[in-house]
């Protein structure tokens, strides 16, 4: 199939009572990928940064919106600003650092300059242009929407576009949930590890709030845990499948995977672990605190993970290749213990070289791979089907292994993929 329209694309997702497909068309193909650009990647909110990484004025960080190369800056002023990344001069790309802190952008290709607002300043040998040469057209173009709640700061191509908080719908609280998490503080985002695979972008969203794979796909590296446990003192992680915590999906498209109890591991001395505590009893009382300390990690449609530690950006590149950014977030004035063990659950987790990455890594290739074989045309999204409470806000509870998430994911695809508009 080489061209889509809204009728072909809604019956790649197949929602009936009893069984949830997608056909995996939905995965193959360069056609099927500039439709979810356009459709998806370019209508709706897209997350572009935490405001730590540009917290002062003149700070920068380079990224994509979608397809398109975007650079996020903080003016003089302390507003934010996304902006294409495109001299508009001859096209250049205007800026190769992906991050940092300027007074101007400086095209490499014949030196235009631009405020950190995107504001033209300077043209070399100006006087050779005519003097009703239009100068204030060639400023950057802006990405016309951005907004940001929570320090997660999001940018829109679609003027038009809902309000940030409508779009975050049952996400929302999530977020409240995730901001406890600093005892009053703030968020700090670290370096990104950074990872690519040769596979679809839709294999790692579905991934990160998938409950029914670790105790299989992990199963080896959990193994490795349990074997050097003395070597890995109170770092606990679970090998069975588990009997308790929740899926979550909403019909925004977002979902959450909760463990239904705190899973941080240990190496934190016992008074400076009370204290965190006490500090988040006394803020929220013993419910709150209870609550915010909960392991829980969410996908906001269509790829932004939060997790208790960490925020995961998941680039697509191609129909068969995405990027993945994945930031550990520290906790501005908390205990250096704190931080370190936060660090180290990002590092040894869900980084780059963590030990559950990797695994996944490579069951996504496998899945791009054998999107190769002939007649295989539907896979399965039907675990927990019927079983999932339906609250009367649209929100769908499922148990920890149940495939709710990914249904409220795709249900959402499928609503912005056959849309005209
Ligand atoms: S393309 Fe940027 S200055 Fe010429
Ligand atoms: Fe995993």
Redesign the pocket.
């Known amino acids: 199939m080489d061209t889509y329209t809204p009728e072909t694309l809604q019956a790649l997702v197949d929602d009936q009572p009893e069984e949830f497909r997608v056909s995996t068309a939905a995965y193959r193909g360069k056609e099927i990928f500039e439709e979810e650009m356009d459709r998806i990647f370019h209508k709706t909110w897209i997350f572009l940064c935490h405001e730590s990484e540009i917290a002062k004025p003149g700070d920068f960080k380079s990224t994509q919106l979608g397809s398109r190369p975007v650079i996020v800056s903080r003016a003089r002023d302390g507003k934010i600003h996304a902006l294409l990344n495109v001299?508009t001069?001859?096209?250049?790309t205007?800026c190769r650092e992906e991050h940092g802190n300027t007074r101007a952008f400086v095209?490499p290709?014949?030196?235009?300059s631009f405020r950190p607002s995107g504001e033209l300043i300077g043209i070399p040998d100006e006087d050779r242009y005519h003097a009703c040469f239009n100068k204030a057209d060639k400023n950057l173009k802006a990405v016309p929407r951005v907004a940001s709640y929570g320090g997660l700061v999001f940018g829109s191509f679609n003027p038009d576009v809902e309000p940030l908080e409508d779009f975050l719908g049952g996400a929302k609280q999530h977020i409240d949930i995730w901001l406890k998490r600093t005892a009053g503080g703030t968020y700090r985002v670290s370096t990104a590890h950074k990872y690519g695979y040769d596979g679809n972008w839709k294999f790692q969203a579905e991934n990160v709030c998938d409950g029914y794979h670790p105790g299989f796909v992990h199963r080896s590296a959990f193994n490795t845990v349990s074997k050097f446990s003395g070597s890995f003192e109170n770092r606990a992680l679970d090998v069975a499948v588990r009997q308790q915590g929740y899926t979550r999906g909403y019909p925004e498209g977002h979902g959450t995977l909760e463990a239904g109890a705190p899973l941080e591991s240990g190496g934190i001395d016992p008074d400076v672990r009370q204290a965190y505590n006490d500090q988040l009893t006394a803020l929220y009382g013993e419910e709150g605190a209870a609550e915010v300390l909960t392991n829980r990690q969410f996908l906001i449609f269509p790829n932004l993970t939060i997790f208790d530690f960490n925020i995961r950006v998941i680039q697509p590149i191609s129909h068969d290749r995405t990027e993945v950014y994945s930031y550990p977030l520290m906790i501005e004035g908390a205990h250096d213990q704190i931080n370190s063990n936060r660090m180290l659950d990002a590092q040894t987790r869900v980084g780059t070289a963590g030990i559950l990455s990797a695994d996944d890594i490579d069951v996504f290739a496998g899945g791009q791979n054998a999107l190769k074989a002939e007649g295989f045309d539907w896979i399965t999204l039907s675990r927990g089907l019927g079983k999932e409470e339906i609250k009367p806000d649209g929100e769908r509870v499922g148990v920890y292994s149940d495939e709710v998430p990914q249904r409220a994911f795709w249900r959402k695809w499928r609503s912005m993929m056959k849309s005209d508009s």
């Open positions: 001299c001069h001859r096209g250049a205007l095209c290709y014949h030196g235009w």
